[in-house]
């Protein structure tokens, strides 16, 4: 179970810092423009970790976008396939959990 300190933020890589993220929602839309299926999902942090890292959402942002993209090639490749090859993750929105670790 993940210890919401700041001592314990430090130890985890970035693969990790994905799995620490709370997915609150996921929801399902096309996009006209381009005939997919977008799941998109909301991502929250918890306030220790935001905090350890200067409250900077720019580095959440480009870090989880990042893993949504390596997470799209993956289910690409193994797991939407055939009838579901339209379908991809969209980071809809990312927001700090304050008061979450209480």
């Given amino acids: 179970?993940?210890?919401?300190?700041?001592?314990?933020?430090?130890?985890?890589?970035l693969t990790k810092l994905l799995m620490m993220l709370s997915v609150i929602s996921v929801k399902t839309t096309m996009a006209q423009e381009d005939k997919?299926?977008?799941?998109?999902?909301?991502?929250?942090?918890?306030e220790p970790l935001y905090k350890h890292f200067d409250s900077n959402i720019s580095?959440?942002?480009?870090?989880?976008?990042t893993h949504f993209e390596a997470v799209n090639e993956i289910y690409s490749e193994k797991v939407f396939?055939?009838?579901?090859?339209?379908?991809?993750?969209?980071?809809?929105?990312i927001q700090v959990m304050f008061g979450s670790c209480a």
Avoid: N, P
């Fill in 1 to 13: 179970m993940y210890s919401c300190t700041i001592e314990s933020v430090g130890k985890y890589s």
């Fill in 36 to 46: 997919r299926r977008a799941c998109k999902v909301f991502a929250g942090i918890d």
């Fill in 59 to 65: 580095y959440f942002t480009d870090l989880i976008q």
């Fill in 81 to 93: 396939t055939g009838d579901l090859s339209d379908i991809h993750f969209k980071l809809s929105r």
